[in-house]
């Protein structure tokens, strides 16, 4: 197979996820997970308490304010997804840049180190 | 397997929670040297695919399904301390927006799906690559054998940590029973799903699957080709 950019394959893995959490998760079996069914069978569930987040606009994966169960659903999933991908995308680029200028490669002049900045730029102009 | 608040003590919440903050603390330091350029984008990706992947509830029987935990998956991918922090990530957001898992239960989350899952995935899928044919096309079940072993190795861990600081009075031996026996079906889900996911990325992108690094490095030997990123990688 020919291979791909790595900009066509994030692209196409975030729409996928988009789907899967808009789309696809509508369709997902509502039974409890396996721990939560196994606290009510060993008779734990009453244990537990009422969440923090339930005031959250999309506590219980459900957008406030829509009725309309599946709309309500796929908002909170692409909610979701979007905020896990900035959040996390930011962290893996801080992370990532760093050990890019940790390395230092020639030639690159935004990993130049901090210490650096103050002569290039008084060179520069 | 969200762990809500009420099932475990203060004292063992606060000590799992402890136990997070370190690893996260370590992963911080340890994802350094697994990201770069070329790989920070997919890792992006991959935690916004866990938290897709496990709104998917899967149905396992007698009332009951399973999701995704998602840390073999994202340890091979992008390396294991990366998807610490990213099933650390999407436990957070979990959390906070949607009101799942809880709050004072996110040291204890961590520590299940993003230390115990992750790690057992990772050793187990380096050890099943070093008895497998050093290709490739291992990877994949390589790394679906790891996602099928982490599920109910940390349901055990919940079992083990509910056995120091459980709040409700109830029968261990059949806590145990239980969690063991559905995790291991869920986990047979785990694998599928890891497995495809992987395949998928292997299939166009092999050289940025973290877990397929040393089997292309050994070809990489044989076969000439000096493409600037990749050499420095």
Same mark, same amino acid.
């Given at each position: 197979m020919r291979p791909v950019s790595s900009r066509a394959l994030v692209v196409t893995g975030l729409l996928v996820a988009l789907f899967l959490a808009g789309v696809a998760s509508f369709y997902a079996s509502s039974n409890p997970d396996g721990l939560t069914y196994v606290a009510q069978k060993v008779g734990?569930?009453?244990?537990?308490?009422?969440?923090?987040?339930?005031?959250?606009?999309?506590?219980?994966?459900?957008?406030?304010?829509?009725?309309?169960?599946?709309?309500?659903?796929?908002?909170?999933g692409v909610v979701g997804v979007v905020v896990v991908a900035v959040l996390f995308g930011g962290l893996t680029w801080v992370l990532g840049r760093r050990r890019a200028g940790d390395a230092a490669p020639e030639g690159s002049d935004a990993a130049a180190p901090e210490h650096d900045r103050d002569a290039s730029s008084s060179v520069g102009r | 397997m969200h762990v809500p608040d009420g099932f475990l003590d203060a004292p063992t919440s606060?000590?799992?929670?402890? +136990?997070? =903050?370190?690893?996260?603390? /370590?992963?911080? !330091? %340890?994802?350094?040297?697994? &990201?770069?350029? $070329?790989?920070?984008?997919?890792?992006?990706?991959?935690?916004?695919?866990?938290?897709?992947?496990?709104?998917?509830?899967?149905?396992?029987?007698?009332?009951?399904?399973?999701?995704?935990?998602?840390?073999?998956?994202?340890?091979?991918?992008?390396g294991p301390w990366t998807a610490t922090l990213s099933i650390a990530v999407v436990l957070l957001v979990q959390g906070l927006l949607f009101a799942d898992g809880g709050l004072t239960a996110l040291?204890?989350?961590?520590?299940?799906?993003?230390? +115990?899952? =992750?790690?057992?995935?990772? /050793?187990?899928? !380096? %050890?099943?690559?070093?008895? &497998?044919?050093? $290709?490739?096309?291992?990877?994949?079940?390589?790394?679906?054998?790891?996602?099928?072993?982490?599920?109910?190795?940390?349901a055990l861990a919940f079992t083990g940590l509910y056995a120091v600081g459980g709040l409700a009075p109830i029968p261990l031996d059949s806590l145990a029973t239980a969690m063991l026996g559905w995790h291991t079906l869920i986990g047979l889900g785990e694998a599928a799903i890891t497995g495809l996911a992987i395949s998928a990325v292997v299939a166009v992108r092999p050289d940025l699957v973290h877990g397929a690094r040393r089997v292309l490095a050994t070809r990489r030997l044989v076969v000439v080709e000096p493409e600037q990123d990749q050499v420095a990688a």
């Amino acid at each position: 197979m020919r291979p791909v950019s790595s900009r066509a394959l994030v692209v196409t893995g975030l729409l996928v996820a988009l789907f899967l959490a808009g789309v696809a998760s509508f369709y997902a079996s509502s039974n409890p997970d396996g721990l939560t069914y196994v606290a009510q069978k060993v008779g734990l569930s009453h244990a537990e308490r009422p969440h923090a987040s339930d005031g959250s606009p999309f506590a219980g994966y459900a957008t406030r304010g829509v009725g309309n169960e599946r709309l309500s659903g796929g908002v909170a999933g692409v909610v979701g997804v979007v905020v896990v991908a900035v959040l996390f995308g930011g962290l893996t680029w801080v992370l990532g840049r760093r050990r890019a200028g940790d390395a230092a490669p020639e030639g690159s002049d935004a990993a130049a180190p901090e210490h650096d900045r103050d002569a290039s730029s008084s060179v520069g102009r | 397997m969200h762990v809500p608040d009420g099932f475990l003590d203060a004292p063992t919440s606060l000590g799992t929670a402890g +136990v997070a =903050v370190v690893g996260v603390g /370590l992963a911080l !330091r %340890g994802a350094r040297r697994e &990201l770069d350029d $070329r790989t920070a984008p997919l890792a992006g990706l991959v935690a916004a695919f866990v938290f897709a992947a496990q709104m998917l509830n899967f149905p396992v029987g007698a009332g009951t399904s399973g999701h995704l935990l998602g840390g073999a998956l994202a340890a091979v991918l992008v390396g294991p301390w990366t998807a610490t922090l990213s099933i650390a990530v999407v436990l957070l957001v979990q959390g906070l927006l949607f009101a799942d898992g809880g709050l004072t239960a996110l040291g204890t989350n961590i520590t299940l799906m993003g230390l +115990v899952g =992750v790690w057992t995935g990772w /050793l187990v899928f !380096r %050890g099943v690559q070093a008895v &497998l044919p050093k $290709r490739v096309s291992m990877v994949v079940p390589a790394a679906a054998v790891a996602a099928l072993v982490s599920v109910p190795v940390a349901a055990l861990a919940f079992t083990g940590l509910y056995a120091v600081g459980g709040l409700a009075p109830i029968p261990l031996d059949s806590l145990a029973t239980a969690m063991l026996g559905w995790h291991t079906l869920i986990g047979l889900g785990e694998a599928a799903i890891t497995g495809l996911a992987i395949s998928a990325v292997v299939a166009v992108r092999p050289d940025l699957v973290h877990g397929a690094r040393r089997v292309l490095a050994t070809r990489r030997l044989v076969v000439v080709e000096p493409e600037q990123d990749q050499v420095a990688a």
